[in-house]
């Protein structure tokens, strides 16, 4: 039996599908190729894996058998091809990050710039995605470090604290400013038309913990996924968003304004790396660096005082 990672992902991408047609158009071949495909992996392993029919595609027993027994070794597979270039990065001039949107636009820029300086050559992948796809991305060996919040704790990864930020109100000028709080209230904030992220996100946990410590459930007026489309809702005059304060940083733009609320509740924001592989000297040189930089920019926060709107 000699069967190849592209043969055991073919049939476990038409387990799934159960349709030559789309299994055909994922892996760029036509529908008699694949049935062909299909039919030399039937005859490696010696067993039949599926019943077609004119209308119908189901798998036979010992498809079903062996279905979940190829999920495993193509996981180990592409696991260990993962693990293999995080070797390679670590003696390379590479460096993968995965960060919050409003962490990779605000805090990596000077840092990349930096390092191209230093290193024209070097390659950098930046992942600006939401709190569990860069955990997933830190254990799948996809990236050196994130750049997140921890909301539970995790055996496999270290976090060490970098920064908090509050969370702040984004409002236009199209919304009188005197609708705006300058204290944290649940109560008075459900009389608002708010914005918010939806939730599953690090954002909106941390609103709805908040609320849920008062007894109040929080009902944002708007849900909304990308920073970028609430900012232009709250240009338009849609409503308030409550974003933590570099998201509010990041769309924020003239005609709009930033209202600080005393005893706002902070998200927490910090260094994620994998217990278990060391790190390169640039990935080491690249948390460093980010560490120095919060702090500096943590300390300017605090120096605004509170209430001020911008």
């Known amino acids: 039996m000699n069967l190849t990672p592209r043969e055991l992902r073919i049939f476990v991408s038409l387990a799934s599908s159960l349709s030559f047609v789309q299994t055909a158009d994922k ?7 694949m049935s062909k495909m299909v039919k030399s992996i039937e005859d490696k392993l010696g067993v039949k894996l599926f019943e077609r029919t004119t209308r119908t595609v189901t798998l036979t027993r010992e498809g079903q058998t062996l279905l979940e ?3 495993r ?9 993962a693990e293999l270039a995080a070797v390679a990065r670590r003696g390379s001039q ?12 605000t805090l990596l820029p000077p840092l990349i710039a930096e390092l191209r300086l230093e290193s024209p050559n070097l390659i950098i992948n930046i992942h600006d995605v939401i709190n569990d796809t860069a955990l997933d991305l830190l254990r799948m060996r996809k990236v050196d470090f994130a750049l997140s919040g921890l909301d ?6 270290s976090y060490i604290e970098i920064m908090r930020e509050p969370f702040v109100l984004l409002g236009s000028d199209m919304i009188q400013k005197g609708r705006t709080l300058t204290q ?3 109560s008075e904030l459900e009389r608002l038309p708010i914005i918010s992220m939806p939730r599953g996100t690090g954002t909106r946990m941390h609103i709805d913990l908040a609320f849920m410590k008062r007894g109040k459930q929080f009902r944002p007026f708007l849900e909304i996924q990308g920073l970028s489309t609430i900012g232009k809702f709250v240009t338009q005059g849609c409503g308030l968003a409550l974003l933590p304060l570099s998201a509010a940083q ?14 706002a509740p902070e998200r927490t924001i910090g260094i994620i790396t994998r217990h278990e592989s060391g790190l390169s000297n640039l990935a080491s040189k690249a948390i460093e660096w980010v560490r120095t930089y919060a702090s500096l920019q943590l300390e ?5 005082p509170e209430n001020v709107i911008t």
């Open 184 to 186: 944290w209230s649940e």
């Open 94 to 105: 590479k460096l993968a990050i995965a960060a919050l949107p409003s962490l990779a636009a």
């Open 300 to 304: 300017s926060t605090h120096s605004v």
């Open 73 to 81: 070794i193509i996981e180990d597979y592409e696991a260990g091809l």
């Open 69 to 71: 027994l190829a999920g």
């Open 250 to 263: 990041l769309v924020f733009e003239p005609g709009l304004y930033i209202a600080r609320l005393r005893n």
């Open 152 to 157: 539970v704790v995790h055996r496999d990864l």
């Open 27 to 33: 892996f760029f071949v036509t529908q008699p190729t």
